[in-house]
């Protein structure tokens, strides 16, 4: 490590995620989180408590004004992530965006823009990223030890934003689809698109569906459970997405030609022999960098490299045009093609 200190912003508090993630950063030693940008005051006062000292600017606008920051954290509803982004951009802020990277691919393509435009890093926080047993599960599809990946199944769910004590300036935007993209199919199968398209690249086509099963209190247009189907030639991969299961469930099954991998709460479990039962596998241990987004995102800008695996922002903005093409195939009823045009 060398000896810069990194100065770090956040915009917008909206976001629940926010206050682990401003940990992450606040505890790396190089980093330094000085200021915020947040107009509602009780979150303000909230995160005044975490971070004693902190800056604290009504509008996010004034806080590029003022700041020289070398980082910002963006925390907002999905739809506000690019016109935040662009303006950290034109500052020269590298950019930390909490996952997905935007509401719709129109946003996320102005992101990877101002990024590319304006020289300076992007990054997307997927927690996956940080789990051993995601990181094994991968390793093993990549390294062929299932053989060749035909069958990929990512599902992702809870009881509901409301119902697992999610904070209501953020689910309120969760079941805002002009906010968030969508309902549980944008909070959810976003996971499963990053990872599917990480994994086996991007599909020639994508069959979408998102509904309201439970949740009668959600707007018309939202949704409680979702599923993106992505077809290849020689595979088939589903992000699924669900806020009415109980319990939760975060795990991906991976089936191969000579076996299968599944994550399990923490575990992973592989059988490469059809007369045996799948056995637990030991979790790589992984390096100091993938400790979190914090410790990423400072190894990628000290070592002049882009962020990898499910934070590299190609890969986030191809999933959101995986997620797109389930949203068009939803409401027209038919296979989409990609890419989109």
């Known amino acids: 490590m060398s000896d810069k200190i990194y100065k770090v912003g956040i915009a917008s508090l909206v976001h629940d995620h926010i206050w682990s993630l401003c940990r992450n950063f606040a505890e790396h030693p190089q980093c330094q989180v000085v200021a915020v ?15 004693p000292g902190i800056r604290e600017y009504t509008d996010w606008h004034e806080m590029f004004e003022k700041e020289p920051l070398d980082i ?3 925390t907002s509803e999905n739809s506000r992530t690019a016109d935040i982004a662009e303006v950290a951009a034109a500052h020269k ?7 997905p990277i935007s509401a719709t691919l129109a946003q996320a393509d102005r992101i990877l823009k101002a990024a590319k435009d304006n020289g300076v890093m992007l990054f997307v926080n997927w927690a996956t990223n940080w789990s051993p047993a995601a990181q094994t599960a991968f390793r093993l599809v990549r390294e062929g030890a299932i053989g060749q990946l035909y069958d990929a199944r990512i599902h992702m769910a809870h009881r509901g934003p409301k119902e697992i004590g999610c904070e209501e300036h953020f689910w309120k935007w969760l079941y805002t689809p002009e906010l968030n993209g969508a309902g549980a199919y ?3 199968c976003c996971y499963g698109a990053d990872i599917i398209r990480l994994l086996l690249g991007m599909p020639k086509s994508v069959m979408g569906w998102r509904q309201t099963l439970v949740k009668d209190y959600l707007p018309a247009n939202s949704d409680d459970n979702g599923m993106v189907v992505c077809f290849y030639d020689n595979a088939v991969a589903r992000a699924e997405a669900s806020w009415c299961e109980i319990p939760g469930y975060h795990d991906a099954v991976f089936h191969g030609s000579k076996g299968k991998v599944i994550t399990d709460s923490g575990k992973v479990l592989m059988s490469v022999d059809p007369a045996k039962p799948l056995t637990e596998v030991p979790l790589d241990t992984l390096p100091p960098q993938y400790k979190n987004a914090a410790w990423n995102f400072v190894y990628c800008l000290e070592n002049g490299v882009e962020p990898d695996g499910m934070c590299n922002a190609q890969v986030s903005r191809d999933a959101q045009e995986i ?9 027209e ?3 989409v093609t990609l890419p989109l045009a």
Do not use: F, H, P, Q
């Not at 940008?37 to 971070?51: A, K, N, Q, Y």
């Not at 802020?93 to 996952?99: M, P, S």
């Open 37 to 51: 940008g947040e107009e509602d005051e009780g979150l303000r006062t909230r995160m005044r408590g975490v971070i």
């Open 72 to 74: 910002v954290v963006i």
């Open 93 to 99: 802020v590298n950019i930390c965006i909490e996952k």
């Open 186 to 188: 944008m909070d959810y």
């Open 323 to 331: 997620l797109e093409a389930g949203l068009i195939s939803d409401r």
């Open 333 to 335: 009823g038919r296979r």
